[in-house]
Antibody, heavy 118, light 107 residues
């Protein structure tokens, strides 16, 4: 079936970087965009950025500009989100979500918890 | 950025009740409004898109309406599995933004 499977929990110290993976299966990876959305503990959903999985073109929310990078490996149908210069405010669950070019997130990964703590 | 505001922030309702959640955009977004349900500890799930289109597999007791700046999500007859937090999201203009969520509790 169509699914996105993300990598496991990550723990980082302040100032470090983290790279989360999102492996797609059950559909043609390059036919859909991948978006990343995060959710801090007890908070709402915050969109971080998107990637055209075919061309690799990306766009990022201003909040994360310069700190986030979304990439992909089309041979393994995997998208990646790397966030640098982490602070405790980056402690959150990070989700990847598929969008069919219309920015409607129809399939979501299970989420990856990132904990930033000294 | 387009701000999305939901009301109420939370509600408690009984099985069989009709529940209405509203979402207001800070500027006109046409019908580019989507709804998601998130159960505790789980990823969000798409319920409605384009303001009134039901995602495949979602029960028909869910319906959406509205255009421009004001939208509603209606659950015709609340069921025990309808608990969780509901979010609206605009897909009109980036950055894509979500409402703050409406937490639904089953009495």
């Amino acid at each position: 079936q169509v699914q996105l499977v993300q990598s496991g929990t990550e723990v980082r110290k302040p100032g470090a970087s983290v790279k989360v993976s999102c492996k797609a299966s059950g559909y043609t990876f390059t036919n859909y965009d991948i978006n990343w959305v995060r959710q801090a503990p007890g908070q709402g959903l915050e969109w971080m950025g998107w990637m055209n999985s075919n061309s690799g073109t990306t766009g990022y929310a201003q909040t994360f500009q310069g700190r986030v990078s979304i990439t992909r490996n089309t041979s393994t149908s995997t998208a990646y989100m790397e966030l640098s210069t982490l602070t405790s405010d980056d402690t959150a669950v990070y989700y990847c979500a598929r969008a069919a070019g219309n920015d409607i997130f129809d399939i979501w990964g299970q989420g990856t918890m990132v904990v930033v703590s000294s | 950025d387009i701000q999305m505001t939901q009301s109420p922030s939370s509600l408690s309702a009984s099985v069989g009740d009709r529940v209405i959640i509203t979402c207001r955009a800070s500027q006109s977004i046409g019908s580019s409004l989507n709804w998601y349900q998130q159960r505790p500890g789980k990823a969000p799930k798409l319920l409605m898109y384009g303001a009134f289109s039901l995602q495949r597999g979602v029960p028909s007791r869910f319906s959406g309406s509205g255009s421009g700046t004001d939208f509603t999500l209606t659950v015709r007859s609340l069921q025990p599995e309808d608990f969780g937090t509901f979010y609206c999201q605009q897909s009109y203009s980036p950055p894509w933004t979500f409402g703050q969520g409406t937490k639904v509790e089953i009495k």
